[in-house]
């Protein structure tokens, strides 16, 4: 199985500045299709997770600018500016390059 | 309004046997594959398994293979989630997903498996 190590556990941040959040894959997710399966949800407190970023860098629908997606291969950050009160929740990566799925253990991001 | 609804969780005793539905509207259940995600309480994501349109394939986490069957109909556009000898490791929030990437998801069904 694709072992997904996030970090840091938690982060705590002020509104209005910026959290990056990185994770790290034990396997390189780029698919000889040329495509990296690399997925970023948040789960906010009691809620279902919702997708925010997929293939790396890809916003999904509805989801605010302020976040954003890079790395390649093994590495990748999530990185948040602005941050709002509504960000609060945990942030977790996914690798869909091959089953089984395997989620990062999360990230909690608090409000300072 | 793309909407999935689990059901049937509920607290049941260790070794016996349970089954999850997913009642999915609002876009064409038939054209996507469905996969089941589970929360332990205060726990991360763990990915259980997903089958594809015409459940043909269906693909599971090692560890919960043999106890676990993921199946779909179509015609009712409902997802199931078929769980035997049940312990207490299997308590958890159970949410079913859909769509590339696993854009939707329901609200979860909690699972209790406790004597």
């Known amino acids: 199985d694709i072992m997904m190590t996030q970090s840091p556990l938690s982060v705590a941040v002020t509104p209005g500045e910026s959290a990056s959040i990185s994770c790290r894959s034990s396997k390189s997710l780029l698919h000889s299709n040329g495509i990296t399966y690399l997925s970023w949800y948040l789960q906010r407190p009691e809620k279902s997770p919702q997708l925010l970023i997929y293939?790396?860098?890809n916003l999904a629908s509805g989801v605010s600018d302020r976040f954003s997606g890079s790395g390649s291969g093994t590495d990748f950050t999530l990185k948040i500016s602005k941050v709002e009160t509504e960000d609060v929740g945990i942030y977790y990566c996914v690798q869909f390059l091959e089953v089984p799925l395997t989620f990062g253990s999360g990230t909690k991001l608090e409000i300072k | 309004e793309v909407k999935l609804v689990e059901s049937g969780g509920g607290l049941v005793q260790p070794g016996r046997s349970l089954k999850l539905s997913c009642a999915a509207s609002g876009f064409n259940f038939n054209d996507y594959w469905m996969g089941w995600v589970r929360q332990a309480p205060g726990k991360g994501l763990e990915w259980i398994g997903e089958?594809?349109?015409?459940?043909?394939?269906?693909n599971y986490t090692p560890s919960l293979k043999d106890k676990f069957t993921i199946s779909r109909d179509n015609a009712q556009n409902t997802l199931y989630l078929q769980m035997s000898k049940l312990g207490s490791e299997d308590t958890a929030i159970y949410y079913c997903?859909?769509?590339?990437?696993?854009?939707?998801w329901g609200q979860g069904v909690m699972v209790t498996v406790s004597s």
């Open positions: 293939q790396i860098s």
């Open positions: 997903a859909s769509a590339i990437y696993y854009s939707y």
């Open positions: 089958i594809n349109k015409d459940s043909s394939t269906i």
